[in-house]
């Protein structure tokens, strides 16, 4: 991609935030070849927590805003891991995403759409990915989503 994405972030008026720092002891990202693996990113805005559990404090279209965020900060890894050229994105291979949720809530899949729909929004076909959802009986800090990624790069 050449710096089309840097061009569609500023149309769609989105601003990536900087890239989160791990919270313990991990790295943000590792490379293998053209492989980017993102570690887990949870749902933050404003320099806060977005918590809740989904089937209990939050809706799912909250619980998909709280993905969008997620998908933000993994494409602000990206840009990290590749030295702030984001034209070196090829594709977006997978997600896993995770959903702090009550035991009886099953719209997991509708919940990491809010990531899945924000990456296909910037990236068009790049953004189209394999991907897991799947529930959480708790996540750190009571987030209410954490997604990790695999990142095609070059």
Partial sequence: ???TVETRLAELGITLPDAPAPAA???PYVRSGD???VSGQVSMKDGGFVTGRLGAELSVEQGAAAARLCALSLLAQ???ACEGDLSRLKRVVKLTGFVNSTPDFTDQPKVINGASDTLV???GEAGRHS???V???ALPFNVAVEIEGIFEVF
């Fill in 78 to 80: 990206v840009r990290a």
């Fill in 1 to 3: 991609m050449k710096n």
């Fill in 135 to 137: 529930s959480a009986g």
């Fill in 25 to 27: 002891n991990y790295v």
């Fill in 121 to 123: 929004e910037i990236l």
């Fill in 131 to 133: 991907r897991s959802a």
């Fill in 35 to 37: 492989l980017l693996f």
